[in-house]
């Protein structure tokens, strides 16, 4: 059974930074696509960052520069470190990975990722 476990969330202010972990068990799988999304109140989840295996990333315009997505294949974690933050920053955020590669992109609809995390919560303050 595949489990993502998503760990590092809190609360900051402004411009300060969290640094988010997804840690993956019983997944077996080699060719994926492994995104970080977020869901505001109110809001649709979307995509912000994703990583496919070849360590190929995209971001979505409102993050860029500002986070960076990593991953460690022998260890089966993913990170994402955020940085800069804003209070429009703050939301549920959620791992998720998807046993494909192509187009492995934050426009990727997310029924194309078959395992989730249950989200860690950030909260940036002003």
């Known amino acids: 059974q595949v489990q993502l476990v998503e760990s590092g969330g809190g609360s900051v202010q402004a411009g300060g930074s969290l640094r988010l972990s997804c840690a993956a068990s019983g997944y077996t799988y080699s060719t994926d696509c492994v995104g970080w999304f977020r869901q505001a109140p109110g809001k649709e989840r979307e995509g912000i960052a994703t990583i496919d295996n070849g360590d190929i990333t995209t971001y979505t315009d409102s993050v860029k520069g500002r986070f960076t997505i990593s991953q460690d294949n022998a260890k089966r974690i993913w990170h994402l470190q955020m940085n800069s933050l804003k209070p429009e920053d703050t939301a549920m955020y959620y791992c998720?990975?998807?046993?494909?590669?192509?187009?492995?992109?934050?426009?990727?609809?997310?029924?194309?990722?078959?395992?989730w995390g249950q989200g860690t919560q950030v909260t940036v303050s002003s």
């Open positions: 998720a990975a998807g046993i494909f590669r192509a187009n492995c992109q934050t426009t990727k609809p997310i029924s194309w990722f078959n395992f």
